[in-house]
């Protein structure tokens, strides 16, 4: 976590673009401490997040100089690209960069398909719905003082992912065997963190005006309470500092704006009479498809069933079901992922009766390789056996043990 020294105040609305020292700095910081790719062990792919147009621009041209010092002949002005809504093609590229193949692939290992981009600087066209499992940075460039936004920014490096995948040569990728995605570094400039940890109201109730009549004036919207600048402008003539640096682990609890936003579900829920009524009645898979389809994914609250499951910070995907239980009392805790494989395999075994007690052990590492791996599921369907052989995850020798 990165927090900049008053010199860089956060502003509402921020309407003038930092100084040059301000965004060197920012863009110094991220290189030095941003996680690296475990393959090709070059800077992780990135999402900066910008001010405005002008201001990614910028920080693109900062990033692709630093780059050319800290990576000599490797990137030639490809290092970072600006991906906003002026920029043609923007939405191709971010495609691209999912894809990993915006400006080209394995820059650094001709075997390894990751993109030779490294950074993509946006303001906002990169957060909801933007899937990229492979993100190891985000840098918040900007303040952010909307809850909503906030989840879908650092949303977008939650996903898990296993970077052997990409490794396209058989013997590279049984040398580096898994390197599977257990963090991601959230550069926080202005604090962001610590405001919706510690000083954001949760509580805080904003009324709706009431729709007035034909020819009734509108009532004007309440000013939102929060830092601001008068006149949109803030003139620093101090020097540029970081204020402090440290790196803070967030654990499995999650950050508080995720708890809040899962309570708040549970609340809306739990005041709804239709569900509440099916619940009471047992009918569970009603009860599921009315959320489904009256709660989720509506502009009031925009609740998403993958948001929920990042802010519940479980180790698998939870179902809506389980999710409901939980609202409802009915579970205390979402069972872990080895915990809910077990429970699953003792039921696989009570019904397909093995032979031999012996065979159990195999059959576990088998049945739980298959339900948790797309990759060994894939070649289990497809009888193409002779794949296990380079699998680190599930092999040849593990596969003939299984009866």
């Known amino acids: 976590m990165a927090r900049s020294c008053p010199g860089t105040t956060t502003a509402r609305p921020l309407l003038t673009i930092f100084a040059e020292a301000t965004n060197m700095l920012f863009c110094k910081t991220f290189l030095e ?20 147009q002008n201001h990614a621009a910028k920080l693109a041209q900062i990033l692709n100089q630093m780059a050319d010092r800290i990576f000599p002949g490797r990137y030639h ?24 193949n915006l400006l080209g692939n394995g820059n650094f290992l001709p075997a390894y398909k990751t993109s030779k981009a490294r950074v993509c600087v946006t303001v906002g066209m990169m957060t909801t719905g933007y899937d990229c499992p492979d993100i190891l940075n985000l840098a918040l460039m900007r303040p952010i003082f909307s809850p909503t936004d906030f989840i879908q920014m650092k949303g977008r490096g939650t996903r898990g992912h296993n970077f052997t995948d990409e490794v396209r040569d058989d013997t590279l990728r049984s040398q580096y065997g ?36 034909p020819g009734e004036p509108k009532p004007r919207p309440q000013p939102v309470p929060g ?18 640096l440290e790196v803070q682990t967030i654990g499995p609890e999650g950050m508080r704006i995720d708890r809040e936003f899962f309570v708040r579900f549970e609340d809306v829920v739990r005041q709804n009479p239709v569900v509440v009524a099916k619940v009471n009645a047992g009918e569970w898979q009603q009860a599921v498809e009315y959320v489904a389809h009256e709660v989720l994914d509506k502009p009031e609250e925009f609740f998403t069933l993958e948001k929920l499951r990042r802010a519940a910070a479980a180790d698998r995907r939870l179902s809506l079901r389980e999710i409901l239980e939980k609202t409802f009392g009915l579970i205390t805790r979402f069972k872990t992922k080895d915990e809910w ?16 007690d012996e065979a159990i052990p195999a059959l576990r590492n088998y049945f739980k390789a298959y339900v948790s791996n797309g990759q060994i599921r894939q070649i289990i369907d497809s009888r193409h056996y002779t794949d296990l052989a380079t699998s680190p995850a599930f092999s040849t020798l593990d596969f003939r043990a299984v009866p």
């Open 227 to 244: 830092p601001f600048v008068p006149d949109g402008a803030y003139v620093h003539t101090g020097d540029d500092i970081l204020a402090t």
């Open 77 to 100: 002005s490809d290092f970072a690209v600006q991906v906003t809504s002026l920029i043609d093609g923007a939405q191709q590229m971010a495609v691209n960069f999912a894809n990993n």
């Open 178 to 213: 898994p390197q599977q995605k257990t963090a991601y570094k959230l550069f926080d400039f202005f604090a962001t963190c610590e405001y919706f940890e510690e000083e954001f109201d949760y509580d805080q109730f904003i009324p709706l005006p009431m729709p007035g009549g």
């Open 33 to 52: 401490n941003a996680l690296r790719d475990p393959i090709s062990g070059e800077i992780g792919k990135s999402i900066v997040f910008a001010v405005s």
């Open 341 to 356: 494989l077990d429970e699953e395999f003792a039921k696989f075994v009570a019904d397909r009766k093995p032979p031999e």
